[in-house]
């Protein structure tokens, strides 16, 4: 797939305000710091189309990314960031989860795993929760190029075999670097196969479905 184009629709906290579900989405979203704005930059081409900072716990609204007028891309805010208030917490939780659990346009969720590291609980434990919910999902592999690949896929595999304890068989993963570009093509690639069987959701009764209808309060 070629990216042609990758505008900044909105950035919101209220799962009514969301646009209609009419195009497909593809959520991303991981442990604070792991590389998500620079790996939506990539994926783009457009260096600065997803804001990237130092600061860990910097995206707290659902940000939407229209590409090439026909899909998007979905920045959801990072998980697991210690500073956060634990209400701040909840609140963040209950609305991403709300919004990946019920959001029908969701195609796929896009979660991403820093490759540098063992197994992290709160990243098992949300690939779990998806899992719960029947949600489908691959396993994006960040910062690849900070090490070696024989590093990266020993902590590959041991995330494989975590996450077995409770799967049937492992995800869909790719591997990535920003900087590199490692992964980019696959990615595109893999959305546009889905992308290719998406059909637009019957529109329901409930706010996250309609969208900016002018009627969802």
Request: net charge positive; charged share 25%.
């Amino acid at each position: 797939m070629i990216v042609k184009t990758a505008e900044f629709i909105c950035s919101n906290t209220q799962i009514s305000k969301l646009p209609p579900p009419v195009k497909a989405e593809y959520a991303f979203i991981g442990r604070s710091n792991v590389g998500k704005s620079s790996l939506i930059n990539m994926l783009t081409g457009k260096k600065g189309l997803a804001k990237t900072s130092q600061t860990p716990g910097k995206t707290q609204l659902i940000n939407h990314f229209l590409i090439n007028d026909s899909w998007y891309i979905v920045d959801l805010p990072g998980y697991g960031y210690a500073r956060a208030s634990k209400s701040k917490k909840a609140d963040w939780d209950k609305f991403i989860h709300t919004y990946l659990d019920k959001r029908e346009s969701l195609q796929c969720v896009m979660a991403l795993i820093d490759s540098r590291l063992e197994p992290q609980k709160i990243d098992l434990e949300f690939c779990n929760w998806l899992g719960e919910k029947g949600l489908s999902f691959v396993l994006i592999f960040t910062k690849a190029d900070k090490q070696s690949s024989v590093k990266t896929d020993q902590n590959i595999a041991k995330f494989k075999a975590a996450l077995l304890q409770s799967f049937e068989e492992f995800p869909k993963y790719f591997v990535t670097s920003a900087e590199l570009h490692t992964g980019r093509d696959e990615i595109l690639g893999f959305i546009g196969g889905v992308n290719q069987s998406f059909v637009v959701p019957e529109f329901s009764s409930s706010p996250l479905e309609r969208g900016h209808d002018g009627n969802a309060g």
